[in-house]
């Protein structure tokens, strides 16, 4: 009976050294990458001057200053904005994380602007939806290109899995970049707030051949 107890309390403690061995090397990675993190947010900082101010300001919890810095079109920022476009956090409905999505794309990034279209077709409508935003407020040709070709996409869209039904989502992506663009366009054809339908589209297509510049 000794000999079993003994036994068992060796398999425990043998159980328990693996356990904390598995947890000391998860903290020993998070360490690592957290130090990698910071190491990459020094460097973008220390290798441009407009980002050590933006990132100022974004410390300071200014509103508007990622978009605001972006507009000076200086490219010294893409680094450090790259690191602020975390994918954990991008596709929030707001954000310092969503603001550097935008900011990259009006700075020219192909990356995230692929990347942003390619939440348009995630399978959650709230990406989806987000995305769709974060086109129109870049407001760049490619931007608007994409935003035209979500005219046509009118199939239907349905919850994620995961999130169910407290996932709240329009019809389909027409819809929503119908609705975006009208926040963001100077002469809608439709009120700005209203809920669009796909009646709207031929509107909003007609509109497009008449400002062409903007895909153009």
Known sequence: ?????????????????????????????????????????????????????LSMKVSAG????????????????????????????????EGGAVDAHIALIKLGDEEALAQVIAETKDSSPSVQDVAIR??????????????????????????????????????NNAVVAMYELAEVVDNPPVKKNSVPSINDIPLWKAWFDKNKHLIE
């Open 1 to 53: 009976m000794k000999k079993m107890i003994f036994f068992a309390n060796l398999v425990l403690m043998m159980l328990a050294s693996v356990t904390l061995a598995q947890d000391n090397s998860a903290l020993v990675q998070r360490e690592r990458k957290e130090q990698r993190a910071k190491a990459a947010l020094q460097k973008a900082v220390k290798d441009s001057p407009a980002a050590k101010a």
């Open 62 to 93: 200014e509103s508007g200053a990622i978009l605001e810095a972006a507009a000076t079109g200086d490219h010294s920022l893409i680094p450090y904005l790259k690191l602020l476009a975390t994918k954990e956090f991008r596709s929030s409905q």
């Open 134 to 171: 974060k086109l129109a407020r870049a407001g760049t040709k490619k931007a608007f290109q994409k935003l035209y070709e979500l005219l046509d996409d009118t199939a239907e869209r349905h919850p994620n899995p995961i999130l169910g039904r407290d996932e709240m989502y329009s019809p």
